[in-house]
């Protein structure tokens, strides 16, 4: 039989862990990073805001193209990451695939929303609608709302293995829709205009200062993803932390009520 | 193997099958309730015909998404009661077997809906069966589709308290492009340009494809949380 203090010393330990500095969601390299963005985003500003020429049709209004492009391809690349991450765990069970998956699609949440608004305010001045019920479009909204039922299976109290699976399974058909999403403007006709850049042929539609600034805001773009899902995995590695450390504590008192109840004559040291 | 999960499936299907049939409950209830969704769209839209022939694909559509979601939370909803879900892993069939029977269950009692929703649309807003081939095969991959999407989603959401409101959330956004790709194959149908609805078929099914693949590969896990 264990003793009541080997019972403690856990959450003891647990609670120690939390005293320490490493219980933030910074760590030296991160906050490099952070460092290195500001001058980063502050290029990219420049670049799309005032340093690129206007655009031949669009006027002004194309330099929404450098925020709103980057953005989806970030939303693409946290989708894939997060149905990978999750087909890994799968395969492997370890907690880190787990909150990589998460971590990856809550941004990847973010950046769709985004991609909406942002199309929205860019559609408004070159088709003249903010929203049309064209392929892409709706296509997108569904990838939204896909998300938005992946948070939903997360938070659904479960044990973590219990949900891992549960949300794995469901990150796994992120796949078969991102493709439908970008393949959407080749299989339909729509109003959404064509692919700028990556094409079949490798001759971009755009050039020179247009071209520098938009494959700048990519990578600015993927840099500042990077710094956001190393936090977000931090921070719901921590909150991980919690629930468990929550579960000792509650564990621990619900023992200690019991001792005080008078359980020790059955034997138990007090 | 593969024999045994079939012979599972097999078993599968025919229990879910003659609990419906025994119960009636897809017959009195969910069959019922598709034609009073064609009387509602009528009454939401235009009584005049003229919106609902321009409309009956997506309609038809949308009401057999609907219904099918019932179809599938009554599957599901046999299984929770009665600790059948431990019942179920104990018994020793495949889980890959329990999947497929759920799944052609399914699929078979949509299907009939389909045809009985097929001749709600012929009476009542005067659609005029052209492409045969093509509307047959398009409900039969499509009904494949919804019904693989529909158990694997089903399973997770059974035993949940959330269930009756989570289900609709995960399937219908998973369904989305299910639903255009028939609608497109119905409206390239009922249009006579049937050579337009193929590709649209061919797509669904590659999503049948995948939704059946996870399916088959992720049932036994699904089923063993508790």
Not at chain 1, 102 to 126: H, K, N
Not at chain 2, 175 to 190: Q, Y
Request: proline content about 4%; overall charge neutral.
């Amino acid at each position: 039989m264990t003793t009541p203090t080997e019972h403690r010393a856990p959450v003891q330990d647990a609670t120690a862990a939390t005293d320490e500095p490493t219980a933030t969601s910074g760590s030296r390299t991160t906050r490099v990073l952070g460092i290195i963005l500001f001058p980063v985003l502050a290029l990219w500003a420049y670049l799309a805001f005032v340093g690129s020429p206007a655009d031949v049709n669009q006027g002004e209004v194309v330099r929404l193209l450098y925020v709103h492009v980057p953005i989806v391809v970030l939303a693409y690349t946290a989708c894939f990451i997060s149905a990978i991450a999750s087909g890994v765990w799968l395969w492997k069970r370890t907690q880190w695939w787990d909150l990589v998956a998460a971590s990856a699609a809550e941004i990847g949440t973010v950046m769709v929303a985004a991609t909406l608004v942002v199309g929205s305010i860019y559609g408004r001045p070159t088709w003249g609608v903010y929203w049309t019920w064209d392929a892409r479009l709706t296509a997108t909204a569904m990838l939204m709302l896909l998300l938005l039922g992946y948070l939903a299976v997360r938070r659904i109290p479960a044990s973590t293995e219990v949900r891992g699976r549960r949300s794995a399974i469901v990150a796994l058909l992120f796949v078969p829709n991102i493709i439908v999403v970008n393949q959407s403007v080749t299989w339909w006709r729509s109003l959404h205009q064509d692919p700028t850049l990556f094409r079949l042929n490798l001759s971009p539609e755009i050039e020179g200062l247009m071209f520098f600034t938009l494959v700048y805001s990519f990578a600015a773009g993927l840099l500042f993803f990077a710094w956001l899902l190393v936090h977000r995995f931090r921070v719901a590695y921590l909150q991980d932390q919690v629930d468990a450390l929550g579960l000792d504590l509650a564990l621990e008192e619900r023992r200690e009520e019991g001792w005080d109840d008078g359980w020790t004559t059955g034997g138990a040291p007090s | 193997m593969w024999c045994c999960v079939l012979r599972d499936a097999w078993l599968m299907a025919g229990k879910d099958l003659r609990l419906e049939w025994r119960s009636r409950v897809a017959i009195n209830q969910i069959a019922p309730l598709a034609l009073l969704f064609l009387v509602l769209f009528a009454f939401g839209l235009d009584p005049d015909r003229g919106i609902l022939v321009r409309a009956t694909p997506g309609l038809y559509w949308v009401a057999v998404l609907f219904c099918g979601l019932l179809a599938i939370q009554r599957s599901f909803a046999l299984e929770s009661a009665d600790g059948n879900r431990d019942a179920l892993r104990m018994s020793g069939l495949d889980p890959a077997g329990i999947f497929l029977g759920k799944f052609a269950g399914i699929a078979a009692q949509l299907l009939v809906l389909e045809a009985l929703l097929v001749a709600g649309v012929v009476i009542l807003y005067s659609a005029r069966l052209d492409g045969f081939g093509l509307l047959a095969l398009t409900c039969v991959v499509a009904t494949s589709a919804i019904a693989a999407a529909g158990t694997l989603y089903g399973v997770l959401a059974a035993g949940l308290r959330v269930r009756e409101t989570l289900l609709p959330l995960l399937l219908l956004p998973v369904l989305a492009p299910v639903l255009l790709g028939s609608t497109r194959a119905f409206e390239a149908a009922l249009g006579g340009t049937t050579t337009d609805g193929w590709p649209w078929v061919g797509l669904i099914a590659i999503f049948a494809l995948v939704y059946l693949g996870v399916g088959i590969a992720a049932f036994g896990s699904l089923m063993e949380e508790t």
